[in-house]
């Protein structure tokens, strides 16, 4: 079963803006990561926050994680093209480092 | 060379054939996985192992074994492949402590 869903499914935004997707999971985690995917290829690692941390930053991304409500969001600052991909959350467990991976966020940046 | 890689990339392949996909990763993690993704789904895992003698179900393991033949080297063999089994596979890595995984280029798989 899926650990996590994001929201939205899909997003098109313009070239420049902010793009911000959202993912909720069910259990208790030691961390929650996000993966990139572009169209058909491998994931690609981009952060990885840990449950004990509200906020990380890296680059362009910003990702929080409020552990009451069960939610991290994805927020991507000044769009390029190049950022068009699928983008997933995926939880790991205490004790555990299996990754249980959520639906994912299309996200489409129009030049 | 890419660190995680899969063979073959592509395959059809008909229903009740046997079929192996098999990854290799250079990264000396000792840590492999194989997950499948369908459309809407995301990820799901298979098979995954911690080491060469370490072999783990996943949440979708019938009809799927696995063999981790060196630490570097972890197959995945569908024994009579069905249509429902069509799929993009994917094989990732990663080393015990460091949750970041490394994935592989994936394996379109399709069942006539």
């Known amino acids: 079963s899926q650990q996590g869903e994001e929201d939205p499914q899909a997003l098109s935004i313009q070239e420049g803006e902010n793009a911000t997707m959202n993912c909720s999971y069910k259990t208790s985690i030691n961390n929650l990561q996000w993966y990139r995917q572009n169209s058909g290829r491998g994931l690609v690692h981009l952060i990885l926050?840990?449950?004990?941390?509200r906020e990380k930053h890296s680059g362009r991304l910003r990702v929080t994680l409020d552990t009451s409500k069960k939610s991290s969001s994805l927020l991507i600052t000044a769009s390029r093209a190049a950022d068009t991909a699928s983008y997933f959350c995926?939880?790991?467990?205490?004790?555990?480092?299996?990754?249980?991976f959520g639906t994912g966020t299309r996200l489409t940046i129009i030049p | 060379d890419a660190d995680v890689t899969q063979t073959p990339r592509n395959r059809i392949t008909k229903t009740g054939k046997r079929i192996m996909l098999e990854c290799s990763q250079t990264?000396?993690?000792?840590?492999m996985y194989w997950y499948r993704q369908d459309p809407g789904l995301g990820l799901r895992l298979i098979y995954y192992?911690?080491?060469?003698?370490?072999?783990n179900k996943g949440e979708i393991s019938d009809g799927y074994s696995v063999s981790r033949q060196a630490q570097a080297k972890f197959s995945l063999s569908l024994e009579s492949a069905i249509p429902n089994q069509t799929a993009l596979y994917f094989c990732?890595?990663?080393?015990?402590?460091?949750?970041?995984?490394?994935f592989g280029p994936g394996t379109r798989l399709t069942v006539t």
């Open positions: 926050i840990r449950s004990n941390e």
């Open positions: 990732a890595t990663h080393w015990t402590g460091f949750n970041e995984q490394y």
């Open positions: 995926a939880t790991s467990n205490f004790g555990n480092e299996k990754l249980t």
């Open positions: 192992s911690f080491d060469v003698k370490d072999i």
């Open positions: 990264k000396g993690h000792d840590r």
